[in-house]
């Protein structure tokens, strides 16, 4: 008993040292000498800015400032919007917090899910309606009206991206051949073929919508 | 369903076989002390450790030894890990500040990652230290894992000896396993996720101006180094509250490939490190086609689930059809790259194997889709199982298969031209029915009390089988969740301040993983202690074969029986009747 006492306690001492620190340690000095961006979290740089991660989905929205007579009980002072002339994320339930992460876990069954489906829904149609005549509720790709796991999920699905193409047209002036070029730009397909599913990265696209104005 | 989601199964299962043979037999050599290539590099380290713990890494140890120095083990390591985690206001790499969570939130956390678990009440990165990261929980990432391996070295040579009463020494199974498997897997694992994005440093939060004009911080720290060990050590606890499906765990479509690969590679090359032990690999293979015809089964049955959808869904008027250039189904709590292929998958596996990890929400999933999970878990994790613990699971179910043979033929039953008599029968029981029963009555007792309420989420059958998930995750040791349920409220303030935990609930599971663990652990052991013994009586035409078809599907047949008589109750008034309401129209 004495005896394993005291190689269980060397043994918590080596360990650590070896598996807690060592291996981390290595790992991250080897992880950035050979994969220097990859390592701190593949960050987009625009004009010398950091904008983001390529991995990490942002919110693209306006502000409009809300008239001081009609601020709710809260006193909110501006609404935020999606910003009609970039690609729009799928629904987030964090707003796309990068270091608060957490999910609604609402259950298949439970009906304030099938209102939050609603929400989404109606969101999609009033934002593209208006751009693309005879989209329909059926028409919508799930991705597009679902939350994601991650709150942050980078990409769209390509349908989705395709809707949100004659929105984006029309908004900025550009024939929508162009904008849909950008998309397979902008495509990440499945790897190696056949792993994972396709998906188009928002923020990628979105910049070089940007590009193309420039 | 897709062709390409069953072409993509096709292609997990393939790489997977191949790889079992090659790992498995390296396992065996590992563990059977032979040279290794890997001795040249890291044979000093291994005996500089030997030199540390003194002599007792030196004698053999018979079953009561190898039990008691892994109940010693485990407590030193939680007493440690207790410490760790109660300390971190003075921790070197804490950048964001953070204060310790509560005594019982860190009890949970505790017995959580020293039993191989990795259930998890908090948030990683709004509560943990990069220290407490490092230095306390991927530590127990590598150490609950070896010794679970260790163990189940222990238990195979007690089937394969030919009357020798020691199963080995503790030390030296831990250290081998750690050096020689885990760590030299889980540096080249982690170096693939970095290159695929999976971050690892040890900055402070970067915030960033966006595109559109928002601030967005995001969350920083060595990831790739504990998300390697997490998903080859079957632990599955996340760097991040959201787990594998934040794209700074799992980032692309290859990347989700590789920790699934990783997720059920050490406990399926184990099937034929037992066979290479034992010296007959055909009874490895046996024990490996079992589980894939398991694991295939339930796979069809979640992405069928989810790939038709939730009645949320359906009655808000989405469209779940299949469409070019979209996934349709239930993506909601899934991620698009993963879509519903992948993620059905890999919840199919990380129950198979009690590791835990998630890539989407469970709690999102439909009836039938979360009962895939449950089922998996409610197996007793001998499914792939565990690193070490799910064969070792598997080993007992085994032995009752044959016994229930035997009952069936009136011979007494044998495995491995050894005979199974009462003494052996008694103990698998205690092996396989512990778990279940800590399941049931901790769920019953939650259910019944009002203590257990407030970690409840969704209303309904779904709160109910939030419960049951729970007590059946922590109980098998997987770690998964319907993530609704919750023991530790954190208003993610500066510093978890205002956080606290909900004292029931933690309790109640960590004392859960800890009687689950430890019990069927020792009856395993028992069990070797008692076979290790035995003369080896020469195979004869009588000799009921345990390397055939017919072996497997008694196999299946017996897993079946068990976990259903025990939990079919339980099952239909939670997911079951989530499943039927699918028909109904919309309960409030």
């Known amino acids: 008993m004495r005896r394993d006492l005291i190689a269980s306690i060397v043994a918590a001492l080596t360990f650590t040292v070896l598996f807690g620190l060592a291996y981390p340690l290595i790992t991250t000095g080897v992880s950035q000498v050979l994969f220097p961006n990859r390592s701190d979290g593949s960050q987009v740089k625009v004009d010398g800015r950091v904008v983001g991660s390529k991995l990490i989905g942002q919110s693209f929205t306006i502000r409009h400032a809300i008239p001081e007579d009609q601020r709710g009980k809260f006193g909110k002072k501006q609404i935020k919007e999606p910003d009609p002339k970039y690609f729009q994320p799928r629904p987030s339930v964090t707003t796309y917090s990068g270091d608060v992460t957490f999910f609604n876990n609402l259950g298949p069954n439970n009906k304030a899910l099938m209102q939050q489906f609603k929400g989404y829904i109606k969101t999609y149609l009033s934002l593209n309606g208006p751009y693309d005549s005879g989209l329909s509720r059926e028409d919508i790709p799930v991705d597009a009206i679902t939350s994601s796991a991650s709150g942050v999920d980078p990409q769209i699905s390509q349908a989705n991206a395709r809707i949100q193409a004659h929105r984006i047209a029309a908004v900025r002036h550009i024939p929508l051949d162009r904008v849909n070029q950008l998309i397979d730009d902008n495509t990440d397909g499945r790897a190696l073929g056949v792993l994972g599913e396709p998906g188009v990265n928002v923020l990628e696209l979105n910049i070089a919508l940007d590009k193309e104005q420039a | ?588």
């Not at chain 2, 062709?3 to 590992?30: D, E, H, K, S």
């Not at chain 2, 500089?48 to 083990?73: A, C, H, N």
């Not at chain 2, 163990?151 to 007690?158: D, K």
């Not at chain 2, 939060?205 to 998903?231: E, R």
């Open chain 2, 1 to 588: 369903m897709t062709f390409n989601g069953w072409l993509q199964l096709v292609i997990y299962f393939a790489v997977l076989t191949a790889l079992v043979p090659v790992l498995g037999a390296y396992m065996a050599r590992v563990y059977q002390g032979e040279r290794l290539l890997l001795e040249r590099p890291l044979g000093w380290l291994e005996r500089l450790i030997y030199r540390l713990l003194g002599p007792s890494s030196r004698t053999e140890q018979d079953w009561k030894s190898y039990g008691k120095t892994t109940i010693v083990f485990s407590l030193i390591f939680f007493v440690v890990l207790y410490v760790i985690l109660r300390t971190q206001n003075i921790h070197p790499w804490n950048p964001e500040g953070f204060n310790s969570a509560p005594w019982d939130v860190t009890f949970n956390t505790a017995s959580s990652f020293v039993t191989n678990t990795n259930w998890q009440f908090y948030g990683g990165e709004t509560t943990m230290t990069y220290f407490s990261q490092m230095a306390g929980l991927a530590v127990q990432n590598f150490v609950s894992a070896a010794v679970g391996m260790a163990v189940l070295a222990a238990v195979i040579r007690g089937f394969a000896s030919r009357g020798v009463r020691e199963l080995g020494n503790f030390w030296r199974d831990v250290t081998r396993g750690l050096l020689y498997i885990l760590l030299p897997l889980s540096f080249v694992g982690a170096l693939i996720l970095v290159s695929q994005g999976v971050i690892q440093n040890l900055s402070g939060y970067v915030t960033t101006h966006g595109v559109g004009g928002l601030d967005q911080t995001l969350a920083m720290g060595p990831v790739a180094s504990q998300i390697a060990i997490k998903q080859l050590g079957t632990n599955g606890g996340g760097f991040f509250n959201v787990n594998s499906s934040f794209p700074f765990e799992n980032p692309t479509q290859f990347s989700n490939f590789v920790e699934m690969l990783f997720i059920l590679l050490i406990p399926a090359a184990a099937t034929l490190q037992f066979g290479r032990m034992v010296g007959n690999r055909r009874q490895g293979w046996a024990l490996y086609a079992t589980m894939v015809v398991f694991s295939i089964t339930l796979f069809g049955v979640a992405y069928g689930a989810e790939q038709h959808g939730t009645p949320a869904q359906h009655v808000a008027g989405e469209n779940t059809a299949v469409a070019d250039g979209s996934t349709g189904g239930n993506l909601e709590g899934k991620e698009q790259r993963n879509g519903i292929t992948d993620s059905a998958l890999w919840t199919n596996v990380t129950t198979d194997a009690s590791n835990g990890s998630v890539n989407a929400a469970h709690d999102s999933y439909s009836g039938i889709g979360g009962l895939v999970p449950l089922t998996n878990m409610m197996t007793g994790e001998v499914i792939f199982g565990g690193v070490g613990s799910g064969l070792y699971g598997m080993l007992l179910t085994v032995l009752l298969a044959v016994f229930i043979a035997g009952l069936m033929v009136g011979r007494t039953p044998e495995y491995l031209g050894k005979k199974v008599e009462a003494r052996e029968v008694k103990l698998v029981l205690i092996g396989l029915l512990f778990t279940p029963m800590v399941a049931l009555i901790a769920t019953g007792i939650a259910i019944s009390s009002k203590y257990g309420s407030p970690s409840i989420f969704n209303p309904g059958p779904q709160g109910f089988s939030e419960t049951l998930y729970a007590y059946v995750s922590q109980a098998n040791n997987n770690g998964s969740a319907f993530a609704g349920f919750t023991g530790f409220v954190q208003p993610n303030a500066p510093g978890n301040a205002g956080a606290y935990g909900i004292t029931f609930a933690d309790i109640l599971g960590g004392l859960s993983m800890l009687t689950a663990r430890f019990v069927p652990l020792l009856s395993a052991l028992a069990v070797a202690g008692s076979l290790s013994v035995k003369r080896v009586v020469p195979a004869g035409p009588g000799t009921f074969r345990t390397d055939n078809a017919t072996f497997v599907l008694l196999l299946i047949a017996v897993i079946v029986i068990v976990a259903a008589l025990t939990f079919f109750p339980a099952v239909l008034l939670g997911p079951v009747v989530q499943g039927l309401t699918d028909q109904l129209g919309f309960p409030t």
